[in-house]
Structures are given as structure tokens and as C-alpha cells.
């Protein structure tokens, strides 16, 4: 594996995608059963806290260090993990295994006293990966909407009485977990495309929602974008099934070198080419139905979930239970009915008075502009969407910002947060404001508000709101502890 401090590698191209890795995704990677005790690296993350949690469920000896005691610290422990919370060279010492995530420095003092040693350090998805063998995996890929197709798929074979494995990045409101090891074979993953660990799981089937140029911090271009999921693709089992959505471009394209490449190949969309058409989308509050033609079979899909986007998402999980692991379709049409959400995605937060709180983890243009054309058909004829955005990440704010301001511009009211930085430092010249700029250029006029101070912004947001209004807080970063925040202010109850 690359060690970034003795070696610099070659900036990624179409030709080598993951030539700025930090880890060989191509390499094999080990049983769980075979790691004896893993350490993790800011286990607290949504993703490591699944890997950690379907670890423990195994009898596997699990200890983790985070920089933060957030909440599901607790929760670990109380399943077996002994956490440490702040990083000390100490904690690894014992550990036969390393698991890290992206978020991890080389310079990390764990890291650093773990190489030091000499024991293997994988990176999540390898982690995910060693859970495994044996199974059926089945991996959601793409831009927008894996974390919601995931969770549906797996409530969807839930509903078929499949005991599916599956690891989430977020927290299914059904279950309150984010992960869970199964008694079936069928292992349901969301397969991260940030750092091109995606090609590590080996689907039986895969599904990609979208294919958009997005993490170019890592691969710099959309071409080498384009040739990471073409790389994606071809981890498929030989007799597996690819599941695309034939509305977006970028999937389209994938779709039709997966089949060149004599790939088996199901497209899903509003499309009339799509192999799984959906029509009629209609939406009731938080409640949405769409007719679903397959083959020669219709039927009505409802969902308790809004948007065209989330119908999309169904599709494809549909298409991935019936077409790709042979499950019923009435069964797998009433588990998708079933589900209720997953946690930050377009989850409520609260009412106070006249006033709805809504809380979405939207951070990518794709995202926001899907979130806003939901919670403005929410409010269509009735209040305003006021909408809390914070952009998530220097890069992406830089890159993006123009998209995001249109995406957001469909608001009636937008306020604008600072970047939150995750695991970059900042850039000269890129804020907030960047976006704030670009929703007034996307639509002249537009009441819109860049509040660089976090602790104004709640104030703010509550002076500005009226009664029959939407208020959306949007982002990846801490944003989510905003809503709670105006609901208190405005006097009102939490969800």
C-alpha cells in the first residue's frame, strides 16, 4: 500500500484512475476472520462506525479512535467496542489490524505508530470488503441518491423476509442503525466513489445512479470520473447485472459501454428507452406514488418518501431485488411502501407553530437542486422555502459554486453559510459567499443572506420565517444542528 510520505503518485487520468490513491484497491484483501484485532481510525464516521458495528456483530475484537465523543460512540461501546476519543499512539498498541478512513492525515500519530509496527492498515471499503466472502454483494454506486437506494433496497428485501447484511452511510429511521450483519447471503453496500475504493467489493450487482462530475479534488477531471465507474463496472461477478438510470447522461453513457463490453445491463428512468419506465409521478405532502411499467407488468409504486428523485431511487432498487436477485415483485413493491426514511435525507425535524423544520444532507449541486425542487413542491401554493445551505468542502465550493447557486435559486429565501472544511484546509478567496454570489446571478432579486458566523445563523432564520413556511437546513457539515436550534428559538416541538 502507498505510504504519501516517502512516495508522490502520479496524478490520476483515464488511463489509471486511482493513481493518487493512497491504498491499491486492486489488491486482494483479507478475511475478516484472519485480521485478529482491528483498530479503527475515526470510528465514529458513518461509514467506519458500520464497518466496526458489523465487525463486533462477528466476534471480531474491535477498538477505534475518534477526535470528536459524538453520539455514536456510545452506541459502539454498548455493542462491544472499547473507543478512545482523542488520537494517542497508545491506543493502536495491541492492534493485529488497522482500518482508516480517507478523512485520516498520514501524519495522524495512530497511523504513524501503526506503520511503525508493521501491521496491515486497510482503508474502509477494504474493511467492508473482508466482511464479504461468501456472500452476495450487492453495491449502490454514484453522485446522488446511493445512500437512499441502499436503504431501500435493503428495506425492500427486508419486506421479501430477507435478513440481508448491509452497511449504509446513513442511519435507517426504520432500524436506527446504520449497519447490521445479516443471516442471508445478500450483503447490501453503498459503494463510496469519493477516492475510487468503490472497485474493491466485486457486486453480483451493481447499481449506479449517476454519473457527475464530482470529487475532482481526487480525480480532477470528468473523464477520469467516467473511467472510474467504467472501472466499477468491470468488478462485476461474471453473470451479474448492471443497473443504471437512464435519465442522467452519465449513466446512459456507462450503461451502453457496460453492454459493449457484453455486460448485463438494466436501465430504469422517466425515459421512454428505459427498460423500467416510471410515469405519473404525483406528490402529497411527504407521501409520493408513480406508476411502474415493467415488461408487460404496471403497477403502482407509493412511497413514503417525496420527489421525483427519491422515485428514481426506488426504481433502481427495485430493479436491483427483482431483476438482478429474484425476488417478487408485489413483496418488493410493498417493502419499498414500508419505507420511512433515512436519517438527513429530507428528514423533519420539528414543527413551531405555522413553521416546518427539514434537515437533508445535500451537499453536491446534483443533490441540492433535487432537495430544493422537493421542499419547493411541498410548498408550492402556500408558504415560502426558506433554505439553510453550507457549503461543504473548499474544492468543491470552488468548482461548484455556480451550480450550487443555481440549484438553490429555486428558493424563496436562501441563507448561505461558511464552508465547512472537512478534511481540507482552506483556499484563498473561497467562501460561502462564492455561492451566495451565484444564486443572485442565477436569479436577480432573490432575498438571499451569507452568514459567515455559524452562531447568527439560527437567529437569523427565525426572524426571517413566517407562518406556513418551509425551512430546509442543507449540508454535510454541522448545519444539521441548526433546525433544532430555530425550532427552539421559535418556541416550537422537535420531531
Given at each position: 500500500m502507498n505510504d504519501q510520505r516517502t512516495h508522490r503518485p502520479e496524478a490520476p487520468s483515464a488511463h489509471n484512475p486511482f493513481a493518487a490513491a493512497r491504498f491499491d484497491f486492486r489488491a486482494p484483501v483479507p478475511r475478516a476472520e484472519d485480521l485478529g484485532?482491528?483498530?479503527?481510525?475515526?470510528?465514529?464516521?458513518?461509514?467506519?462506525?458500520?464497518?466496526?458495528?458489523?465487525?463486533?456483530?462477528?466476534?471480531?475484537?474491535?477498538?477505534?479512535?475518534?477526535?470528536?465523543?459524538?453520539?455514536?460512540?456510545?452506541?459502539?461501546?454498548?455493542?462491544?467496542?472499547?473507543?478512545?476519543?482523542?488520537?494517542?499512539?497508545?491506543?493502536?498498541?495491541?492492534?493485529?489490524?488497522?482500518?482508516?478512513?480517507?478523512?485520516?492525515?498520514?501524519?495522524?500519530?495512530?497511523?504513524?505508530?501503526?506503520?511503525?509496527?508493521?501491521?496491515?492498515?486497510?482503508?474502509?471499503?477494504?474493511?467492508?470488503?473482508?466482511?464479504?466472502?461468501?456472500?452476495?454483494?450487492?453495491a449502490v454506486a454514484g453522485a446522488n441518491g446511493k445512500t437512499t437506494t441502499t436503504s431501500l433496497?435493503?428495506?425492500?428485501?427486508?419486506?421479501?423476509?430477507?435478513?440481508?447484511?448491509?452497511?449504509?452511510?446513513?442511519?435507517?429511521?426504520?432500524?436506527?442503525?446504520?449497519?447490521?450483519?445479516?443471516?442471508?447471503?445478500?450483503?447490501?453496500?453503498?459503494?463510496?466513489?469519493?477516492?475510487?475504493?468503490?472497485?474493491?467489493y466485486g457486486p453480483e450487482v451493481?447499481?449506479?445512479?449517476?454519473?457527475?462530475?464530482?470529487?475532482?479534488?481526487?480525480?480532477?477531471?470528468?473523464?477520469?470520473?467516467?473511467?472510474?465507474?467504467d472501472a466499477f463496472v468491470d468488478t462485476i461477478r461474471p453473470g451479474g447485472l448492471l443497473?443504471?438510470?437512464?435519465?442522467?447522461?452519465?449513466?446512459?453513457?456507462?450503461?451502453?459501454?457496460?453492454?459493449?463490453?457484453g455486460i448485463r445491463v438494466l436501465t430504469y428512468g422517466f425515459s421512454d428507452d428505459a427498460d423500467l419506465r416510471l410515469r405519473d409521478h404525483e406528490q402529497e405532502g411527504l407521501t409520493s406514488a408513480v406508476t411502474l411499467v415493467d415488461g408487460s407488468s404496471t403497477a403502482t409504486m407509493?412511497?413514503?418518501?417525496?420527489?421525483?428523485?427519491?422515485?428514481?431511487?426506488?426504481?433502481?432498487?427495485?430493479?436491483?431485488?427483482?431483476?438482478?436477485?429474484?425476488?417478487d415483485p408485489a413483496r418488493v413493491l410493498a417493502g419499498l411502501a414500508s419505507f420511512t426514511g433515512t436519517r438527513r435525507r429530507f428528514e423533519p425535524k420539528g414543527v413551531a407553530g405555522d413553521v416546518t423544520v427539514v434537515d437533508d444532507y445535500a451537499h453536491n449541486a446534483g443533490k441540492v437542486a433535487a432537495v430544493v425542487e422537493t421542499g419547493a413542491r411541498l410548498v408550492a401554493g402556500a408558504g415560502r422555502l426558506v433554505v439553510v445551505f453550507q457549503p461543504h468542502l473548499y474544492s468543491?465550493?470552488?468548482?461548484?459554486?455556480?451550480?450550487?447557486?443555481?440549484?438553490?435559486?429555486?428558493?424563496?429565501?436562501?441563507?448561505?453559510?461558511?464552508?465547512?472544511?472537512?478534511?481540507?484546509?482552506?483556499?484563498?478567496?473561497?467562501?460561502g459567499r462564492l455561492v451566495a454570489d451565484a444564486?443572485?446571478?442565477?436569479?436577480?432579486?432573490?432575498?438571499?443572506?451569507?452568514?459567515?458566523?455559524?452562531?447568527?445563523?439560527?437567529?437569523?432564520?427565525?426572524?426571517?420565517t413566517a407562518p406556513g413556511d418551509l425551512v430546509l437546513t442543507v449540508g454535510a457539515g454541522d448545519v444539521t444542528m441548526i433546525g433544532p436550534e430555530i425550532l427552539r428559538l421559535l418556541g416550537g416541538t422537535t420531531a
Open positions: 484485532r482491528v483498530h479503527f481510525l475515526a470510528i465514529g464516521g458513518a461509514g467506519m462506525s458500520g464497518v466496526a458495528r458489523i465487525m463486533l456483530a462477528r466476534g471480531i475484537e474491535v477498538t477505534g479512535t475518534d477526535a470528536k465523543d459524538v453520539p455514536v460512540l456510545k452506541a459502539l461501546v454498548s455493542e462491544g467496542a472499547r473507543v478512545f476519543v482523542g488520537f494517542d499512539r497508545a491506543h493502536q498498541e495491541g492492534a493485529d489490524a488497522v482500518v482508516m478512513s480517507s478523512s485520516i492525515r498520514d501524519d495522524n500519530v495512530e497511523l504513524v505508530a501503526a506503520r511503525e509496527r508493521g501491521v496491515p492498515v486497510l482503508h474502509r471499503a477494504q474493511g467492508l470488503a473482508s466482511l464479504m466472502y461468501g456472500q452476495r454483494p450487492v433496497l435493503t428495506v425492500a428485501l427486508q419486506g421479501c423476509g430477507l435478513d440481508p447484511s448491509f452497511a449504509v452511510g446513513g442511519e435507517l429511521a426504520k432500524h436506527g442503525t446504520n449497519a447490521h450483519s445479516g443471516t442471508d447471503e445478500v450483503f447490501v453496500v453503498e459503494a463510496d466513489e469519493s477516492d475510487g475504493s468503490f472497485v474493491v451493481a447499481v449506479v445512479t449517476n454519473v457527475q462530475p464530482d470529487h475532482l479534488d481526487f480525480y480532477e477531471t470528468f473523464e477520469v470520473v467516467q473511467a472510474a465507474y443497473v443504471t438510470c437512464a435519465d442522467d447522461p452519465g449513466a446512459a453513457a456507462l450503461a451502453e459501454r457496460a453492454a459493449a463490453r407509493t412511497l413514503g418518501v417525496p420527489g421525483r428523485h427519491n422515485a428514481l431511487n426506488a426504481a433502481a432498487a427495485y430493479a436491483a431485488a427483482v431483476h438482478g436477485l429474484g425476488q468543491r465550493t470552488r468548482d461548484f459554486a455556480v451550480e450550487l447557486g443555481r440549484g438553490l435559486a429555486a428558493a424563496d429565501v436562501v441563507v448561505v453559510m461558511d464552508v465547512y472544511a472537512a478534511r481540507e484546509d482552506p483556499l484563498p478567496g473561497v467562501t444564486v443572485r446571478a442565477a436569479r436577480p432579486g432573490a432575498e438571499v443572506h451569507y452568514v459567515p458566523s455559524w452562531s447568527d445563523v439560527a437567529g437569523l432564520v427565525a426572524r426571517l
